[in-house]
């Protein structure tokens, strides 16, 4: 094949593309630190007198709220994921194939959406208790009934809309499984229930705690759902000492303890997994048990109710609001929010590709420490939540603010010319969301060879020339996979976006929000809606992948 009519381009030149590459690379990942490298160094700053009131105060609170928190949710994701993972994979039963990717659609309802729907729903003047006391004569006080708006109701709505994380990668470690290990056990007489938990679950243990530490992490990020429930954990505790008491510094030194509770989370996953590791000896697939009778009704209700309280019910509900309320229209206000949303999303999705094409591209030309260091610094912005990202966002550009503001200000063009505007959106998106591409992506040139490569560069082609026209093409279905990945990501993401947008600048996740926090349901079904069906774009592709496979 001919590249270029040209005469080889000599080595030089191809060398500092590669340098180009490796510098731009080494840029990004210095950015993606320098959120993180902010919130860590306000733990040095001297306590104000705003810490000093949380700490006799809240703090304590917020310490017991958010580790309860996360012991509920990863119990309710380890329960139902590793549930319904053995019984898709290991067990054949009627509707074993619907169940098998009809369970990821929770993955399309964020949690905070899931929150408003059930809270119309299970509330005191909602259709429930209404129809309770209206059946049975029952009046204010004659009866107990769970208050949804609480941090089991919390725990339970996160753990409905995350359990899939757990469910995927559990589900593709017991299907790798060696099937004569499992067919061994039948032999020596264990009943399936008993070969699952001595055999399976061992074997299987690092994924689902790579899942569950996957589900804390989100969880322990969450703004949505406990803010609109009133549960007072790190993430509502940082929004307050910024926004409510204007002390960014008291904020960030939050910020830090809930990273510190992330990296626990990571070091626990890490001490977990150990060096536990297992090896496929045979290609077979385990042959499923046959379930029937009692059992295959079991199995099929055991599937059915994550999926009907994770996504069936909810989705149904916010289409009853939407449906009986007279004064909900689509207007130019959706149209507005709808807007800015796709807006964000696209050039958050454009950008953090592109940022990850340079590093995983400048890895595969060059693989020496720095771009693998720059590659796994990229990495971690997905581990830290968003409400962290903004405050670690904000504090640097808001002291480059001041920093350019003082020196244009003879020229009278001071002001904010990063923090307030769309750029830290922008930015606190690439730092999130990165990881996202990068895999992807990386995922996307490991299966390009690497002669195809060298073919390119014994034709004169330089690294660029090579990239545009020979993997770009090849990396076509992951390069808009990483984008649509990054795309609905972006749409569904609140705290960043509710602490860092230009003012009058609303998405649809902040309105939807908004609106729910004034106790106007059936307004926030619109953007709530207008989220779960994007949401459902990236799970219909994944359904697609496991269905063919």
């Known amino acids: ?17 590669i340098s180009r590459l490796r510098a731009g690379a080494i840029a990004i990942a210095a950015l993606i630190c320098v959120p993180v490298a902010a919130v860590i160094v306000n733990l040095f700053v001297p306590r104000g007198e705003t810490w000093r009131h949380l700490a006799q105060t809240v703090l304590p609170e917020y310490v017991m709220n958010t580790a309860l928190l996360a012991v509920l949710v990863g119990a309710a994701v380890m329960v139902i994921g ?40 299970l509330q005191f003047s909602g259709p429930v208790q209404s129809w309770l006391r209206a059946w049975f004569g029952w009046r204010a006080g004659d009866y107990w009934f769970p208050d949804v708006r609480s941090l089991g109701g919390a725990a339970g709505v996160l753990g409905c809309v995350l359990y899939p994380y757990v469910y995927l990668l559990a589900r593709a470690a017991f299907l790798e499984q060696s099937a004569s290990a499992l067919e061994s056990a039948r032999i020596l007489g264990e009943s399936p229930w008993r070969s699952f938990w001595r055999i399976a679950l061992p074997l299987a243990r690092p994924a689902i705690v790579a899942g569950t530490a996957l589900c804390l992490m989100e969880a322990l990020a969450d703004y949505g759902t406990v803010a609109y429930f009133g549960v007072n954990t790190f993430s509502t505790g940082i929004f307050r000492a910024w926004f409510s008491m204007g002390d960014p510094i008291a904020a960030a030194q939050l910020g830090a303890l809930l990273l510190a509770g992330v990296a626990g989370v990571l070091a626990l996953e890490r001490l977990a997994r150990g060096r536990a590791a297992f090896h496929v000896t045979s290609r077979k697939p385990p042959s499923p048990y046959a379930l029937r009778g009692v059992r295959a009704l079991g199995a099929m209700l055991a599937c059915a109710a994550p999926l009907l309280v994770g996504f069936v019910v909810p989705a149904g509900l916010l289409v009853r609001l939407l449906w009986h309320e007279d004064a909900v229209s689509l207007g130019a206000r959706f149209a507005k929010w709808a807007a800015n949303s796709l807006l964000l999303a696209a050039l958050a999705a454009a950008i953090a590709v592109g940022c990850a094409l340079v590093i995983a591209y400048g890895s595969r030309l060059k693989p020496g420490f720095a771009e693998r260091a720059a590659a796994r610094v990229a990495g971690l912005g997905y581990a830290v939540p968003g409400v962290v990202i903004a405050v670690g966002v904000m504090v640097p550009l808001t002291r480059l603010d001041h920093a350019l503001g003082a020196l244009f200000s003879s ?38 060879k690497r002669s195809m490569d060298d073919a390119a560069r014994s034709l004169g082609a330089g690294p660029g020339e090579t990239l545009l026209r020979v993997h770009a093409p090849l990396l076509g279905r992951s390069l808009v996979a990483a984008s649509l990945l990054v795309f609905v990501d972006v749409m569904k993401e609140l705290p960043a976006t509710l602490a860092l947008r230009p003012f009058d600048f609303d998405t649809l996740a902040v309105q939807a929000f908004n609106l729910a926090k004034d106790e106007r349901l059936a307004e926030a079904s619109i953007p709530s809606l207008a989220i779960v069906a994007v949401g459902l774009i990236p799970v219909y592709l994944l359904a697609r992948s496991m269905a063919r496979r």
Do not use: K, N
Not at 1 to 17: F, K
Not at 413 to 423: D, E, F, N, R, W
């Open 1 to 17: 094949m001919s590249l270029s009519g040209s005469a080889v381009v000599p080595a030089i030149s191809r060398w500092s593309g």
């Open 411 to 448: 020229g009278g063009a001071g002001g904010l010319m990063l923090s307030g505007t769309i750029v830290a959106l922008l930015y606190a998106y690439l730092v999130r969301f990165l990881a996202v591409a990068l895999q992807t992506v990386e995922a996307g040139l490991s299966r390009i």
């Open 82 to 121: 590793v549930g319904c993972a053995w019984l898709t994979s290991m067990c054949r039963f009627p509707l074993a194939r619907f169940f098998s990717w009809a369970l990821l659609l929770p993955l399309a309802m964020p949690a905070y959406v899931m929150a408003y729907a059930y809270t119309d729903f």
